[in-house]
């Protein structure tokens, strides 16, 4: 009876350690840590990554590079809002100092989810506190290094 290596399909769970890195440096990496658990097609990794991981033998080790854009999209001007300083408030968090470059989570309008936004800038004028949130993914418009070992593959 012969074995066969399995590798990476639509809607195959992943066992792995990756790497996501830009022009600033790791974004997220598990390499030395834990290894993440993911399957495919569900919204876990970005389409453009798991693109890369198609076809990919259990066991393989490999670094891709991803032209500026591929992998998280465009940025966008659109996805920086400002928020009244008094909606941080009303969400719990009333004596919280931030600063630029902070991270927060927010919860997802069915309460089902968070998203993250990082905070770009302050204003404090006639019109009240507020806080300027970048809530582009932080590779948007960035090249993007993704190095991934497949330990795992069913």
């Known amino acids: 009876m012969t074995s066969s290596i399995a590798t990476v399909q639509p809607g195959s769970f992943l066992t792995l350690h990756y790497r996501l890195s830009g022009p600033k440096g790791d974004v997220i990496n598990t ?6 658990t993911l399957t495919l097609g569900t919204g876990q990794l970005s389409g453009a990554l798991e693109a890369y991981l198609l076809n990919l033998p259990e066991g393989s ?3 891709f590079e991803l032209p500026a854009g591929a992998a998280f999209g465009p940025r966008s001007a659109d996805m920086q809002q400002w928020m009244a300083r008094q909606e941080l408030t009303d969400m719990g968090a009333p004596n919280e100092n931030y600063a630029v470059g902070d991270v927060l989570q927010f919860p997802t309008p069915d309460g ?11 204003r404090s004028d006639a019109k ?11 590779l948007a418009g960035q090249p993007v290094t993704f190095e991934v070992q497949l330990i795992g593959v069913l």
């Open 31 to 36: 390499f030395g840590g834990t290894p993440a």
């Open 112 to 122: 089902k989810g968070q998203f993250a936004g990082s905070i770009v800038d302050f």
């Open 61 to 63: 080790r490999t670094t």
């Open 128 to 138: 009240g506190e507020a806080v300027l949130f970048d809530f582009n993914h932080p």
